[in-house]
């Protein structure tokens, strides 16, 4: 089928098994929420949509991004899936590197090793950063 081996089914099998992941990542956030915000919101005259935009997604911001950088790193580094599901020019960055390791001499196996390791690090760095300054920010 023309599905095999695109993007497209690599994607839906990524979501299918990582999903419970991100889920419990958010799910501790969403428990901590009261529901007392939303229905003083809607009491104030908000609609559902305000009251989602203004109250509910601010409060479970830091935990869809802790969820989305647990799920990156995840994915950078996953190769069962995708070595079952890739064909030529849907490689992951796991499949050519698999790949390297088979045909190619041990020092771009390397460098191509330590750029991946270099990508995950940089996402932490940054990730920890933008929360470091919504927390300073909060503060003052």
Known sequence: TPLYGSLFVLLIAYLARFMPFAQRSVAGVLLSLSPE??????????????TLARITLPLIKPGMA?????????????????????????????????????HATSGKVAAYAMMQSC????????????????????VQ
């Open 37 to 50: 915000l939303e229905d003083a919101s809607r009491a104030c005259g908000s609609g559902y949509g305000r």
């Open 119 to 138: 990508m995950i690090l940089i996402v932490v760095i940054v990730f920890q950063m933008l929360v470091r300054a919504q927390r300073s920010g909060a």
């Open 66 to 102: 802790a969820a989305w950088v647990l799920l990156f790193v995840i994915y950078l580094r996953e190769l069962p899936m995708s070595i079952l599901l890739w064909q030529s020019g849907s490689e992951t960055m796991s499949v050519a590197l698999w790949e390297l390791m088979e």
